[in-house]
């Protein structure tokens, strides 16, 4: 029997096949087609990530030899920032700054959210595209003038944002405070405010999507958890990014206009300054309030990809599938509850502080949930240990050991002692960045047949792995030694405190393991990049997987199905179901019941 049922003609537009011959212009640039947009904003994330990963290179060979020069420096930084290769302070600040911010937003946000948000979202639900092609083409231009905006400010003669990607006042709010809060820091805000609307469109135009536009039978429950983790990210960006947005604004106005949102009774070098009345830790509040559910919004889409590709490649029913849609909703509803604990060291109220611990500790439990139930849907599964799954089962691995120690951030007596030093960036690098990068990695490496019809090479995916997961634990692991001994974040050399003379061997060895990470990278961006043009060309459903994406043709078409919609039948992860006499699967020899193929008289529909 065919896997592939014939689908009762359903469409929710007209099957636009009789569109206008479309020029380079309009199908590589200025396009409205889901699947290119999906695919500009994965490669603009990709050069964003080289920026990201280059900068981190050079403040770890900053720290880990403090007193070396490097000519290194000299020819990237120039004269002024690096004079005879010697990194000074405030570009060492500036390199920090732009990374965290480049890897949160630009990389993180836009290559989960914007790559797969955009190339799933329709494919998944039945779709022929977005609710709206052209709000959804205005977000990706938005989102790239928003990274150039960003990148020109490392040109600027007084230097980029030098404040920490967190930007707090006083120095971000005070141009004569350090050079980097000048008009790098302008441009660091005017970028940002683009990004953000950028932001909003993507998630209204996701949101809208999944509600209106699904397919025949595709209720909500039969949806795949990239679905879910892609529409309620969404949901959290449209709440909290505004947030940020109110903030930037406020901020600007301090900086050129006079106001007083953020700062008070400041002294520069003994001069009074006029402003009074205004708080910076009311930045902090604005800034984290969209800070933690930002957190959620990196990790969300990961999680989404992960379920999928753990169910595909252990060829087993995902488990516990309303516990993951649950703790999905928990995590969105607990994000927007927690951010204070960021701020126990800014004067909190300890009442205060232990509502916020509270909230935090209390949000580990849907987490857990979700990671139980990765490891269950492992647990005697077929596994089919492709770079993809790889990927996703180092993700599990990363999110419980980076989770672990947010236990200990979250409780305020404890966070105390260790904030603003390199255990929290040890854990807040495990949790979000390499977990994330993993979730975007495997997605990939999975979905890459599906945007550009070839295969990757999965001996060089098997070397990019192995390089990497070693690598990323090698740089992360020690960091929560040396924070727990007090070594503090953000100092370009701590060679003026003889006290943590004997921490500077774990510097060494961190950058060795992150200079080794970063170079294999390249394996992967010339796997990447040889493979959508040599790469072996990819069949239809090449992981055997039953999600409508693999329905449509190879060849991308305009309006993803040639001719109706199918409809689909059952919920998204019919692997290896058997028949009722347990004889046979449901479709003989087949381990797999894409959704698209109708209940047969020998089985029963799941109630998962």
Known sequence: MSAIATAPAHDHHEDHGHHHKQTFITKYIFSTDHKMIAKQYLITGILMGIVGIMMSVLFRLQLAWPEESFMIFEWLLG???????????????????????????????????????????????????????????????????????????????????????????????????????????????????????????????????????????????????????????????????????????????????????????????????????????????????LGHPEVYIVILPAMGIVSEVLATNSRKPIFGYRAMVASILAIAFLSTIVWGHHMFVSGMNPFLGSVFTFTTLLIAIPSAVKAFNWITTLWKGNLQMNPAMLFSIGFVSTFITGGLTGIILGDSTLDINVHDTYFVIAHFHLVMGISAIYGLLAGVYHWFPKMFGRMMNKNLGYVHFWITAVGAYGVFFPMHFIGLAGLPRRYYTNTAFPYFDDLANVNVIITVFALITAGVQVVFLYNFFSSMFYGKKATQNPWNATTLEWTTPVEHIHGNWPGAIPAVYRWSYDYSKMNLEGTDYVIPGQDFVPQNVPLQDHEEELNH
């Open 79 to 289: 004269d002024k920032w690096a004079p005879e290769g010697v990194m000074t302070p405030s570009i060492y600040l500036a390199l920090v700054t732009i990374h965290g911010t480049i890897m949160v937003f630009f990389v993180l946000t836009a290559g989960l959210s914007g790559t797969f948000s955009n190339l799933l979202i329709p494919l998944q639900i039945g779709a022929r595209d977005m609710a709206s092609g052209f709000m959804n083409m205005l977000s990706y231009w938005l989102f790239f003038i928003s990274c150039c905006i960003m990148l020109s400010s490392l040109f600027i003669e007084s230097g980029p944002a030098s404040a920490g990607w967190t930007i707090y006042p006083p120095l971000s709010a005070l141009p004569q405070a350090i050079g980097g809060s000048g008009m790098g820091m302008t441009l660091w805000l005017i970028s940002m405010a683009i990004f953000i609307a950028s932001s909003l469109l993507g998630s209204l135009n996701y949101i809208v999507t999944v509600l209106n536009l699904r397919t025949k039978g595709m209720s909500m429950m039969r949806l795949p958890l990239t679905i879910w983790a892609f529409f309620i990210t969404a949901v959290i960006g449209v709440v909290s990014f505004p947030v940020l947005l109110s903030a930037a604004l406020l901020l600007i106005m301090d900086r050129s206009f006079g106001t007083s949102f953020f700062l008070s009774d400041i002294y520069i070098q003994g001069e009074v300054l006029s402003h009074q009345g205004g708080s910076p830790v009311l930045f902090e509040h604005l800034f984290w309030f």
